[in-house]
Every structure is written in C-alpha cells, then in structure tokens.
C-alpha cells in the first residue's frame, strides 16, 4: 500500500484509535485502582486527576481518530496537507489529546508510588521520567 494512499491514511488512524482505546482502559482501570486504594494526599490527588484525565482523552481519541478514518476513506485523501477543515481540526484535536493522554498517563503512573513508599515514589517516578523523556525522543524523531 502506497504511503500517500487514502487506505494507508486511514489505518494510520484506526491504529490510533485502537492504541487510544487501549490506553483508555488501562487508564480507567487504573483510575479504579488508585480511588479505592488512594488516601487523601496531595500525591493520590495528583495521580487520581492525571488517570482521569488520560482515560478521558483516550476516550475522545479513539472516537476522534476513528471519525478521521472515516472520513479520509469516504473524501479519498492521500495528503494531510488536502484534508477539508473540519477533518483538519478533528486530527488536531485528536493528536494534540493522544499527547495530553500519554504524559498524563505517566505522570499518573509516576506519582502512584508515593501513596505506598517514599521508595517506591522514587522509583515510579524516575520511570515515569524515563518514559516521558523516551516518549519525546520518539516524538521529536517522528516529527523529522
């Protein structure tokens, strides 16, 4: 399938919406976890926003990237750059919530292991760290 094709489009972003449903699970299900086991800290506070706010951006990517599909199949685009406005919005908006999503969704995994150990904060957060910095050199790189 050719790159500039409208099929190979599209599945760009039926992965996002699969990726994005996914995500969004684990976010709820870890939502979940942290609000029955948290206590009021200012730490299960933070990781208790930081989930939900992932899992509800996921919910508006899968349903976002999934219109994008759509809607690059039924129009025949092969170029981001022909895409009509409102479709051209639709992918901002979806890409600029994948984002949001997956730094919230580290930030919430980092700050979950404080509501257990000093320790184990330490180490949540130097992972989530880590991932932050790796995910922005997949970025940066992607982006060209």
Do not use: C, H, K
Not at 14 to 28: D, E, K, P, Y
Not at 53 to 73: D, E, H, P, Q, R
């Amino acid at each position: 399938m050719p790159v500039s094709s409208p099929e190979y489009l599209a599945e760009l972003f039926r992965q996002m919406a699969f990726i994005a449903a996914v995500l969004g699970g684990f976010s709820a299900a870890f939502l979940a976890t942290v609000v029955t086991a948290a206590n009021s800290s200012r730490y299960a506070t933070i990781a208790i926003g930081a989930a939900a706010f992932a899992s509800a951006s996921f919910v508006a990517v899968t349903v976002g990237a999934t219109v994008v599909a759509l809607n690059v199949v039924a129009l025949g685009l092969s170029d981001l750059a022909a895409f009509p406005a409102a479709t051209d919005r639709a992918r901002f908006w979806t890409g600029l919530l994948f984002l949001v999503g997956i730094y919230a969704l580290i930030l919430a995994l980092g700050m979950s292991g404080w509501l257990r150990s000093r320790a184990t904060g330490w180490t949540t957060t130097a992972a989530a760290v880590l991932a932050a910095i790796g995910a922005t050199v997949a970025l940066a790189a992607a982006a060209g």
